[in-house]
């Protein structure tokens, strides 16, 4: 079996990093590149530049040297709301985003870049992790400083789809900083495990588990093509099995947004 060289874009984030982990936890399999805008944030997350490499997902050039000779994009970047002042007894907190990092321009523009360099480069899966939501104009994270951020991904996941790339689209829940492998993972599509919780459950799963679904999205051809939004049931051994067969999880989900 070769060896799959996979580059990790957002590979410096809270989720991002666990991806690039966990694929550089099977050396046999895969042979995993980082790429990131700082290099002062990677050398204080993991101690080392090594395996990375520099650039702006914005600057198409940059991702088409940080793609030469790979056969998987994993996509993790994201625009990042940031608070613009504490407010005051009583008030709701505003919210923007820094001058080039509105989600048009990073959650659209930048995964757009990340695509056609990829395709320009020859790889031949892409996963993409975003979000749950898209389909619901009016959710809280689309009035965070009234940047659509979850219209602007929704709107990327159908260029993927409509660029004839192998795709793996992971809309995620509400992320949890929780252990992973320890929960039932749910797989659904258009946003219906928000508008109806399977038994009420919470609609969140934590980041490690997504970290996993994205690597085994890699291994497992009935991930192939497809587009799902994925939740976790609570740990609780009374809340189902957990889950370790993801053909059988991928097997659930269908193609289209």
Same mark, same amino acid.
């Given at each position: 079996?070769?060896?799959?060289?996979?580059?990790?874009?957002?590979?410096?984030?809270?989720?991002?990093?666990?991806?690039?982990?966990?694929?550089?936890?099977?050396?046999?399999?895969?042979?995993?590149?980082?790429?990131?805008?700082?290099?002062?944030?990677?050398?204080?997350?993991?101690?080392?530049?090594?395996?990375?490499?520099?650039?702006?997902?914005?600057?198409?050039?940059?991702?088409?040297?940080?793609?030469?000779?790979?056969?998987?994009?994993?996509?993790?970047?994201?625009?990042?709301?940031?608070?613009? *002042?504490?407010?005051?007894?009583? @008030? /709701?907190?505003?919210?923007?985003?820094?001058? $080039? #990092? %509105?989600? !048009?321009?990073?959650?659209?523009?930048?995964?757009?870049?990340?695509?056609?360099? *990829?395709?320009?480069?020859?790889? @031949? /899966?892409?996963?993409?992790?975003?979000?749950? $939501? #898209? %389909?619901? !104009?009016?959710?809280?994270?689309?009035?965070?400083?009234?940047?659509?951020?979850?219209?602007?991904?929704?709107?990327? @996941?159908?260029?993927?789809?409509?660029?004839?790339?192998?795709? %793996?689209?992971?809309?995620?829940?509400?992320?949890?900083?929780?252990?992973?492998?320890?929960?039932?993972?749910?797989?659904?599509?258009?946003?219906?495990?928000?508008?109806?919780?399977?038994?009420?459950?919470?609609?969140?799963?934590?980041?490690?588990?997504?970290?996993?679904?994205?690597?085994?999205?890699?291994?497992?051809?009935?991930?192939?093509?497809?587009?799902?939004?994925?939740?976790?049931?609570?740990?609780?051994?009374?809340?189902?099995?957990?889950?370790?067969?993801?053909?059988?999880?991928?097997?659930?989900?269908?193609?289209?947004?």
């Amino acid at each position: 079996m070769s060896i799959k060289k996979v580059l990790v874009t957002g590979a410096s984030g809270r989720t991002g990093s666990l991806v690039l982990e966990k694929l550089r936890q099977s050396p046999k399999e895969f042979e995993a590149v980082g790429f990131a805008r700082s290099p002062e944030k990677v050398q204080e997350q993991f101690s080392s530049t090594e395996g990375f490499i520099f650039g702006d997902i914005k600057d198409k050039s940059s991702l088409e040297g940080a793609l030469e000779g790979c056969t998987a994009l994993i996509i993790l970047t994201s625009a990042v709301p940031q608070m613009k *002042a504490p407010p005051q007894p009583g @008030e /709701r907190p505003e919210f923007g985003f820094e001058p $080039g #990092g %509105t989600p !048009e321009e990073v959650d659209y523009r930048g995964q757009v870049n990340q695509i056609d360099a *990829a395709k320009a480069a020859g790889v @031949e /899966r892409i996963v993409l992790v975003g979000s749950m $939501g #898209g %389909t619901q !104009e009016n959710h809280p994270l689309n009035k965070m400083g009234n940047g659509n951020i979850l219209l602007w991904k929704r709107k990327a @996941e159908q260029y993927l789809i409509e660029s004839g790339l192998n795709y %793996t689209i992971i809309r995620a829940g509400g992320l949890l900083d929780q252990p992973g492998g320890k929960r039932e993972l749910l797989v659904g599509k258009d946003d219906e495990m928000l508008e109806n919780p399977p038994n009420g459950i919470p609609t969140s799963i934590p980041r490690a588990d997504v970290a996993q679904t994205a690597v085994q999205a890699l291994r497992e051809p009935h991930a192939q093509n497809k587009a799902f939004d994925i939740i976790s049931k609570p740990e609780d051994p009374s809340e189902g099995q957990v889950t370790k067969d993801f053909a059988r999880l991928f097997a659930q989900a269908t193609p289209g947004l």
